[in-house]
């Protein structure tokens, strides 16, 4: 899968991801990780999908980014763009321990939802 450290390259980014952002609806949201890509930011070391703890919970959490622009206002180092099926593969491997998604936590529209919520709203 592709990887990219240049900011300024459009196709890392999902316009309907952004749009579904600002409604703050689920459905509209997993929709459009349904039907896009989304820009994940990525552990230097292997590549890997970059996860964090929730320090009130200490329960993983998984970021998401609409687009390269917010994921660099938020995490400096590397980001791929991932398929809606690597989104729904992860989601799956890591059930129990990534309890969390946050998109955009940097803005303009962040929202948190609960993976197993995020889930269920892929698949309807």
């Known amino acids: 899968m592709p990887s990219h450290s240049d900011p300024d390259?459009?196709?890392f980014r999902n316009p309907s991801l952004?749009?579904?952002?600002?409604?703050?609806?689920l459905a509209a949201v997993a929709f459009a990780l349904r039907?896009?890509?989304?820009v994940v930011p990525l552990r230097a070391e292997d590549?890997?999908?970059?996860?964090?703890?929730?320090?009130?919970?200490g329960q993983g959490v998984l970021l998401l980014f609409s687009d390269i622009a917010f994921?660099?206002?938020?995490?400096?180092?590397?980001?791929a763009l991932r398929t809606p099926g690597w989104l729904r593969a992860f989601l799956d491997l890591y059930e129990?321990?990534?309890?969390?998604?946050?998109?955009?936590?940097?803005?303009?529209?962040?929202?948190?939802?609960a993976a197993p919520d995020l889930l269920a709203a892929l698949d309807a």
């Open 9 to 11: 390259q459009p196709e």
């Open 18 to 25: 952004s749009d579904a952002l600002q409604t703050r609806d």
């Open 35 to 38: 039907h896009g890509p989304t």
């Open 47 to 57: 590549d890997e999908a970059l996860t964090t703890t929730d320090p009130a919970t």
């Open 71 to 79: 994921a660099r206002a938020a995490l400096p180092g590397p980001v």
């Open 96 to 113: 129990g321990e990534v309890t969390t998604v946050i998109l955009d936590v940097a803005g303009p529209h962040p929202m948190r939802a």
